[in-house]
């Protein structure tokens, strides 16, 4: 069930309850340290003192310049299981060596999380980037990560990217969106329904797209960590709180009872929906009277009106005008 589900999106006992604040500014500039006093930042980086922010603490870990501001890292966190689909991220960043050498390197991976994939997965990224070129740590497992340090993951992230599509409700999606990071996701019935409206359609790809998942995942990428998504968030800012999902449900109830308290919309449907009532009791009608031909006659009208009034029909009629009665009257049920 969904709790079964929310509960496996990362290994190691980490359940998540949905953040209540709405999406933060971007991360990009650095803070004092003083604003890192209470942060903790000991989990990426043991010399917590000597980095000024938690994206800092972050590409020390990772191994990425902090102080470049190209530098690009792409966050994953998710249960590391097959039905995840985890190696397309793996295949968009190996595709991005191919297509865009120069962004490449100034790329990096994170994957928050354990799961029976773990070790096929970080098999792959060694097989993967493993040539003179690729930097130390271009994809870094950190393992189950505790429910308390992931907002700093989030804000440390230019994009969250998630590539499942057996998700119940995806939580680390809003969990992303309301710690002010921009996401690339798949299209399928469940994003497409939580986030078909509220986020801009280029941040979602097309995982059966002809030229590969990982091709649709880069053009999701690119779109989300440009300049304009990072306004359009901080100016669009996703509220994740109980409130908002309340008053969201309580909209889907006024819909719902305005539109069974409107019948008809205009002329038109008003006269088909009479014609169809008229349809519906002619037959009902018709059939009701070739039933009591059969019974009616049989029983208890002798006189030679009635034999006039009610002929004698065939067999084969008389069954036939029987299940159309029945499905005359399943249609008026209707």
Not at 179 to 184: E, F, L, Q
Request: hydrophobic share 35%.
């Amino acid at each position: 069930d969904d709790d079964d589900d929310d509960q496996e999106e990362r290994q190691g006992g980490t359940t998540t309850t949905t953040p209540t604040t709405t999406t933060t500014t971007h991360r990009k500039k650095k803070k004092k340290k003083s604003q890192t006093d209470t942060l903790d930042l000991g989990w990426l980086w043991l010399d917590q003192e000597a980095c000024a922010s938690e994206r800092e603490a972050l590409c020390r870990r990772i191994g990425a310049p902090h102080d470049d501001s190209l530098t690009q890292i792409w966050v994953m966190v998710q249960r590391l299981a097959p039905e995840k689909d985890t190696q397309v991220a793996l295949e968009a960043l190996a595709a991005l060596k191919e297509l865009r050498p120069k962004a490449f390197a100034k790329t990096w991976l994170v994957v928050a999380g354990d799961g029976p994939a773990r070790e096929s997965l970080e098999l792959k990224a060694s097989e993967l980037f493993r040539g003179k070129d690729d930097a130390p740590g271009r994809v870094t497992f950190l393992g189950a990560v505790k429910n308390e340090r992931l907002p700093s993951l989030y804000r440390s992230a230019d994009v969250f990217i998630t590539c499942s599509r057996s998700e119940t409700f995806g939580l680390t999606v809003t969990e992303a969106l309301a710690s002010g990071a921009t996401v690339a996701l798949p299209s399928c019935p469940v994003f497409d329904e939580l986030y078909g409206e509220r986020l801009p359609e280029r941040w979602r790809y097309d995982a059966d797209d002809t030229r590969g998942a990982h091709v649709a995942l880069l053009d999701a990428v690119a779109e989300a960590t440009s300049e304009e998504a990072r306004r359009w968030l901080e100016e669009n800012p996703i509220d994740a709180s109980w409130d908002a999902a309340a008053a969201d449900l309580d909209a889907q109830y006024d819909d719902a009872i305005q539109r069974g308290r409107t019948k008809y919309t205009n002329v038109r449907q008003y006269v088909q929906k009479r014609l169809i009532h008229l349809c519906r009791g002619a037959l009902l009608g018709v059939s009701l009277y070739f039933i009591l031909s059969l019974y009616y006659r049989s029983f208890y009208c002798h006189l030679t009106e009635c034999q006039l009034l009610l002929p004698n029909l065939p067999r084969q009629v008389r069954l036939v005008s029987l299940l159309t009665f029945i499905l005359a009257l399943e249609w008026c049920h209707c």
